[in-house]
């Protein structure tokens, strides 16, 4: 009985860890709200064929909005916290939208040149890191919609704010 509590507790112990390390690698889970997630699909301008990634995916809320409502040919959500990736993952199992798919890890880790959207709800020391990656692999025309937060010292293409209350979602090209 003990060895099972103490492997319970070892177990529960990696998930809080990998939680906080989530936090502190680019931001801690916090989800966007529903009734912005058409501002954020509309800001995106998304086309036939693009490859969308959302950086940091959480449970996947932005990656089946967009496989119903958009005719991206790819949407990968990139996740780093354990117990996200696989709410995520059984989220898809019960789908049935192929074009969704999921990368376990650090997306500071991965090649994001093939995106033509990017989308992410990251804190702004963390977009501050990103922008040399972005810069380095973004091809022309590609574009980052960004939810509450700025790139620091970039202007945004376009700011979508419908109200006092809303929050601020931002549009770049790169
Ligand atoms: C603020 S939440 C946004 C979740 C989702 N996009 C949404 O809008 O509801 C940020 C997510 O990024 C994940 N994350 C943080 N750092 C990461 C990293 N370096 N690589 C991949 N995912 C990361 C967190 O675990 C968390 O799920």
Redesign the pocket.
């Known amino acids: 009985m003990l060895y099972i509590s103490t492997i319970l507790v070892f177990i529960i112990f990696i998930i809080l860890l990998n939680f906080a390390y989530?936090g502190v690698?680019?931001?801690?889970?916090?989800?966007?709200r529903k009734k912005d997630y058409q501002r954020v699909l509309e800001l995106a301008g998304i086309k036939n064929g693009d490859t969308v990634y959302?950086?940091?995916?959480?449970d996947g809320?932005?990656l089946f909005y967009f496989a119903k409502h958009s005719p991206a040919q790819e949407i990968r959500g990139?996740?780093?916290?354990l117990i996200?990736y696989l709410i995520c993952w059984i989220k898809k199992l019960f789908s049935g939208y192929p074009q969704v798919k999921l990368s376990f890890?650090?997306?500071?880790k991965f090649n994001l040149s093939k995106a033509d959207v990017l989308i992410c709800?990251?804190t702004p020391r963390?977009m501050k890191k990103l922008l040399p990656k972005l810069k380095k692999e973004m091809k022309p025309g590609s574009r980052l919609v960004s939810?509450a937060f700025t790139m620091p010292n970039v202007e945004a293409e376009k700011v979508s704010k419908v109200s006092q209350k809303s929050v601020s979602i931002y549009l770049y090209r790169f």
């Open positions: 989530a690698s680019a931001a801690p889970w916090v989800p966007s959302d950086l940091g995916s959480g809320r932005w990139y996740e780093i916290s996200m890890g650090n997306f500071y709800f990251l963390a939810y």
